[in-house]
């Protein structure tokens, strides 16, 4: 049960609490990529843009393929990142795409050269837009998403890196192997859940 707040100085009855107030709800809004998504009738949810003001977009996993070949046919023409990470113990596996509109950028330094070929500056907000998409997954469910290989020819090895430091299954990636570890290794190492072998066990893996 919450403490009693204590009464403002010019609260007309001081004998009696005032209520303590509501959780503030944190409402994000849409960015334009999210916008232009839904305008399109693609399902996905507005995440908080990260540090750098990137648009992050949550999306099923039956999703992801369509919704980045929508993206990569608007614009976004470049896998920049592909990645993974664990929310920690008991909570979920998330694979992640920083996707970039590289061809506008190429564009923005055309534009920026004369005839001659002398090439000014670009401004210093110039900046690619991104957009990165994000698939949450419990990490007791179906670690199985679709692979982007098809799409993206960059993320052969990132995908394999992040199945074998996570777990995460990339379905239709055409070579589903481990890339750092031993094929026979056993367990994924970043996971936060992850126990060290010992000496002898590690030798046995070899």
Avoid at 181 to 196: A, F, I, N
Wanted: glycine share 8%; net charge negative; with cysteine.
């Amino acid at each position: 049960m919450p403490e009693p707040t204590s009464p403002e100085p010019n609260s007309p009855n001081p004998s009696v609490p005032e209520a303590p107030a509501a959780d503030a709800i944190t409402v994000v809004e849409p960015g334009p990529v999210s916008q232009w998504l839904s305008s399109q009738g693609f399902e996905h949810q507005q995440l908080a843009p990260d540090h750098l003001g990137v648009e992050t977009l949550a999306v099923e996993p039956l999703f992801l393929p369509v919704i980045a070949a929508a993206l990569k046919a608007s614009g976004f023409d470049y896998l920049e990142c592909q990645g993974g990470y664990d929310e920690g113990p008991g909570r979920r596996l998330v694979s992640f795409y920083q996707l970039v509109k590289l061809a506008v950028l190429a564009d923005q330094v055309a534009l920026a050269s004369d005839p001659a070929g002398t090439c000014r500056a670009l401004p210093a907000t110039a900046r690619p837009e991104q957009v990165r998409l994000k698939v949450f997954l419990e990490r007791d469910g179906d670690l199985t998403i679709p692979s982007l290989y098809g799409l993206f020819r960059g993320a052969d090895w990132q995908e394999r890196e992040t199945f074998d430091m996570y777990g995460i299954h990339y379905a239709g990636h055409p070579h589903p192997k481990r890339l750092l570890m031993p094929e026979d290794w056993k367990g994924y190492p970043l996971r936060k859940d992850y126990v060290q072998p010992d000496f002898y066990e590690m030798q046995d893996a070899y």
